[in-house]
């Protein structure tokens, strides 16, 4: 534990996520930046960019349709933004005396994380925890959020804490298995029934290289599991499968449109649930929604039922409000909720 002064500091919470179109007029600039980005494609600078034009320009048609299904845009950074604001209720609770203000950082689109660290700084914090609203690290997202912050925000006021995942955290699990039990009452608590726990792909040699990301979502799913006992048994099992791939590569698996159609075909209700996102965005609201729906009514499904993400569930945000709390009283510089530590995690170090 921290000695010294407790109370009156200025805490600003960074939520960190990807970000997302907020028109259609963003889909292909929004894609160029996150295909530029080297955690996304490992490539030296003078191909990336050339490849970031390509494929953002060859794919933005059929983007620009998924996002026109959800309005236009994005409603990636509404959602965050009322997390935000959750969150702050929560916190004002718990830390009373501090003033705390949480602020989104997204990594491909507005407001992106040089902004909000200029937002940040012209604040004056004492202190700045970082939170990216990705409970499985991975390099491809938090360890990119983590590098744009660090380079924007250099020199910046206040003591900084990173949070770095939290795949196992009481409240998170909890939350999850709440919404999974409630949606499976609310189809009929169907039998023949498969829970599939959908996470976002990544290359398979984004794995072999260390990511732990793949390792935390079946943490995750496993924590969840265990809390699902009055539903799980006889006629009701679970997967975990991996939906989103992009490109050429070999991404891991099982991948979510097999599993639909398999679990369709053998005559299973299905309960779909997002396991590595925290709002509702396109994937969820397009791919889970649309794509996947259609999949399983055209193997001959009759039962698709599809669990919301966690958005403001209370035991979601209170868990945040718990990490945050657990940080801003931490010695360390960063926290690491995973009983078995990601690579961001150095003990004792600080920034
Ligand atoms: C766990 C979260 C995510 C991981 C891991 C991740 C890796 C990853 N994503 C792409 C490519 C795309 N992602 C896109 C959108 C998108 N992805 C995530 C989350 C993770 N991505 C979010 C929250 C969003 C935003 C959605 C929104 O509502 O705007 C897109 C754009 C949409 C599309 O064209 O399909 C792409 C492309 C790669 C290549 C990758 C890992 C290598
Ligand atoms: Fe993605
Ligand atoms: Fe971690």
Redesign the pocket.
């Known amino acids: 534990m921290k000695s010294g002064p407790q109370a009156g500091r200025r805490i600003a919470v960074v939520l960190f996520?990807?970000?997302?179109?907020d028109g259609q007029a963003a889909?292909r600039p929004?894609?160029f930046n996150?295909?530029r980005d080297p955690?996304?494609?490992q490539a030296p600078f003078f191909v990336r960019y050339p490849v970031a034009a390509l494929?953002s320009t060859t794919?933005a048609k059929?983007?620009r349709a998924?996002?026109a299904l959800?309005g236009g845009?994005?409603?990636?950074l509404p959602e965050t933004e009322k997390q935000a604001r959750a969150l702050e209720a929560v916190l004002a609770q718990r830390l009373p005396g501090d003033t705390v203000k949480a602020f989104v950082a997204m990594r491909?689109?507005d407001p992106l994380t040089g902004e909000t660290a200029k937002a940040v700084k012209a604040w004056k914090p004492d202190e700045v925890v970082l939170l990216p609203?990705?409970p499985?690290y991975?390099t491809?997202?938090t360890a990119s959020s983590l590098k744009a912050w660090n380079k924007a925000y250099r020199k910046g006021p206040g003591r900084t804490t990173t949070l770095c995942c939290y795949p196992t955290a009481d409240g998170f699990v909890q939350a999850h298995a709440d919404l999974i039990r409630a949606e499976y009452v609310k189809a009929g608590s169907p039998k023949p029934a498969r829970i599939l726990f959908s996470?976002?792909?990544?290359?398979e040699k984004?794995i072999a290289a260390g990511d732990p990301?793949q390792r935390q979502v079946e943490a995750t799913a496993a924590a969840v599991v265990e809390k699902l006992g009055d539903i799980l048994g006889e006629g009701v099992d679970w997967k975990i499968c991996y939906q989103?791939r992009?490109?050429p590569l070999k991404w891991i698996g099982p991948s979510t449109d097999d599993e639909v159609k398999a679990a369709a075909d053998a005559g299973l209700a299905l309960v779909v649930t997002p396991i590595?996102?925290v709002?509702?965005?396109?994937?969820t609201?397009v791919?889970l929604d649309v794509e996947y729906r259609e999949l399983a009514y055209e193997h001959g499904g009759s039962i698709y039922a599809r669990v919301p993400a966690l958005g403001v569930s209370p035991a979601f945000i209170d868990c945040l409000g718990t990490l945050v709390t657990e940080a801003v009283s931490s010695e360390a510089s960063q926290v690491c909720g995973s009983d078995r530590p990601c690579p961001q995690t150095r003990p004792g170090a600080r920034a």
Do not use: C, D, K
């Open positions: 996520n990807l970000g997302g179109p889909v929004f894609l996150l295909f955690a996304i494609i494929i794919r059929s983007a998924n996002y959800m845009g994005s409603p990636l491909y689109w609203l990705y499985q991975s491809t997202t996470a976002h792909g990544l290359p984004v990301y989103s992009v490109g590595a996102f709002s509702e965005h396109i994937e609201l791919e």
